[in-house]
């Protein structure tokens, strides 16, 4: 689906009960700076101290082009939480700016991270010759005021700073310099396709233009493109090496980059626990019709469905449901076709504040957090590429699904190449297909099955290690089928008919027959009321853009697509609940 649909930017909003900022204060001229974060609403625990701090703010180093400048002298803390509430996450980031003047007429700086929580040291830019380098520590801490509701506020302190002296100009006659930024691909990787970004030219201005040009595998030297980032094209197994030189009339400079490229992994079989099965969600139930479900992950407390509203699987945050509630629905809840329904752990990879685990440090190394997520700052993207690294938090998270006794998993955000520049790193269809392959199975080690999240353009590859798919607004963005898709290239795929190499569409999930799911695998789609394009159940009179709910159900629930079809509000907290094929 698109990445920046409007029903995606909401549904955004789905976990914030009640998020506020709190003024930041600047320590050198103790003048307030903007407050950051924006309420979403009253916190049920009232107002929470922001962090604290002690020191001064100094920058450490020489500004100079090329030169490396430390953030130093702080040391942050939380602030203790008021009686009965809990301290979710602590973080502190980093910005740079450069100023004409002092404090004043500032912009970012000339080579700013994608990585705010590893940007404690800047390599000062080329750009920033003259003026004067700014830095700004911002701490926050998110606390959890009522758990019943998941309530929580989100408080930040900034404190601000300025190098003593303006920047000075490159060395004259040093022969300039370039560093590669943003990330790289781990030492082994079973991705086939990289993007490599690199910093502007470090150089004196005196000694004529720098020129950047890069090269892969020893072939011919190419021209670097004006956004310093360079792709490296579908890369056969074995070693692989890239190579960046940058010159002028002082000499030249190259940095280079050596990985080897692997086989992915195959698709791991699913393990159950003693005295457990897995359970694969079949494409369709008892009745020949598609399984019927629901979503609720904006709920703390899941909502039962019963009688003609039963269905045979939930889809429940992850962290906020608690094994008492799956046992509970496992083992008491009425189910549609089931002795009783199936729970889905939905798990989100992109990194979100208010999680238990979202500290910087063991479970999400600094370095990996890049851009905002859709103009949410208490949301990062992650970069997959660093798999290594996270590694610990998947396993984590998963054995945390395992341990509540959930029978599958669904992994949302696995579509963060699309685009490319969405988050920072410049990922690749390939880094992607690295991470899931180890995650999809990861989730089969732990005795459940796994559900594909959205990303056409992968569903060919997907099927192959996830045992179902979600996915939203297919039927508004009309890319449900692989013959809705036939034809459409993106990032080196070229999509496909059902019988093709790389059909792009989930029909490709629902007729992929196995012997687990002799009816083909679950596909399950969700529209948006908040889209406004397919009319209620009932709705008498539908607006010209609109659709009927019945024309909705003809061409997602019924043959030949045959998915588990459902219109929801975007806060998928169980108000409305409006399935196919009669909506009720």
Excluded at 51 to 58: F, I, N, Q, Y
Excluded at 103 to 127: E, F, I, K, N
Aim: charged fraction near 20%.
């Amino acid at each position: 689906m698109p990445a920046h649909s409007p029903a995606r930017l909401r549904l955004r909003l789905r976990l914030r009960r009640a998020v506020a900022g709190a003024a930041a204060v600047t320590a050198l001229a103790l003048v307030p700076l903007a407050a950051s974060g924006s309420p979403a609403g009253a916190a049920a625990g009232g107002p929470v101290p922001a962090p604290a701090h002690e020191g001064t703010l100094r920058i450490t180093g020489s500004p100079r082009d090329g030169s490396v400048v430390t953030a130093a002298g702080l040391s942050w803390s939380p602030a203790r939480p008021p009686k009965g509430e809990t301290l979710l996450s602590f973080a502190v980031a980093y910005a740079w700016q450069s100023c004409q003047g002092r404090d004043r007429s500032c912009r970012a700086a000339a080579d700013a991270s994608a990585t705010p929580y590893a940007a404690r040291q800047y390599q000062v830019g080329h750009a920033d010759t003259g003026r004067w380098l700014r830095v700004t520590e911002t701490a926050s801490e998110v606390i959890e005021t009522a758990p019943a509701t998941f309530s929580f506020q989100d408080v930040r302190r900034s404190v601000s700073g300025l190098a003593p002296v303006r920047v000075a100009a490159y060395p004259r006659h040093q022969r300039p310099a370039s560093a590669f930024v943003n990330g790289l691909p781990e030492q082994r990787t079973g991705s086939d396709a990289e993007y490599f970004q690199v910093s502007a030219a470090h150089f004196n201005q005196a000694d004529g233009p720098a020129v950047q040009r890069y090269r892969i595998d020893g072939g011919p030297w190419h021209a670097l493109a004006a956004d310093h980032a360079f792709y490296a094209g579908h890369l056969r197994p074995g070693r692989h090496q890239v190579a960046v030189s940058t010159a002028d009339r002082a000499g030249s400079s190259r940095i280079q980059f050596s990985w080897h490229v692997v086989p992915l992994p195959a698709p791991a079989p699913c393990r159950p626990a003693a005295g457990r099965v897995c359970w694969y969600p079949p494409h369709l139930a008892a009745t020949g019709r598609p399984l019927r479900w629901d979503w609720q992950i904006g709920r703390v407390r899941p909502l039962e469905r019963t009688g003609r509203h039963a269905v045979d699987m939930y889809d429940l945050d992850g962290f906020l449901t608690t094994a008492a509630q799956v046992r509970a629905i496992t083992t008491t809840w009425p189910a549609s076709t089931l002795p009783h329904p199936r729970t889905v752990c939905y798990l989100d990879l992109a990194w979100e504040d208010y999680r238990p685990d979202a500290s910087p440090g063991r479970y999400f190394p600094a370095r990996t957090l890049g851009k905002i997520y859709y103009g949410y700052p208490q949301e990062r993207w992650v970069d997959l590429r660093q798999l290594d690294a996270l590694e610990p938090m998947l396993r984590e998270r998963i054995s945390m699904c395992a341990r509540k006794g959930f029978a599958a998993v669904e992994l949302d955000d696995i579509d963060s190449f699309d685009p490319p520049a969405e988050t920072g790193f410049r990922l690749t269809p390939g880094d992607l297909q690295n991470f899931l392959a180890y995650a999809f199975n990861e989730i089969h080690r732990y005795g459940m099955t796994g559900l594909w999240k959205n990303s056409p353009y992968l569903s060919w590859w997907g099927r192959r290690y996830a045992d179902g798919a979600l996915l939203e607004e297919c039927y508004f963005d009309h890319g449900c089928t692989a013959a809705q898709l036939q034809g459409s290239t993106q990032y080196g795929i070229t999509c496909t008919g059902l019988r093709g190499a790389t059909p792009c569409g989930f029909d490709d999930f629902s007729t992929d027959v196995t012997p687990q799911q002799p009816t083909g695998k679950w596909v399950g789609d969700v529209e948006y009321t908040d889209d406004d394009y397919v009319c209620r159940p009932g709705q008498k009179k539908c607006g010209p853009h609109q659709r009927p709910f019945r024309a909705f159900c003809r061409a997602v629930y019924d043959p030949p697509a045959g998915f588990a079809a459902v219109l929801l509000d975007v806060d998928l907290d169980g108000k409305l609940f409006a399935p196919c094929p009669q909506g009720t």
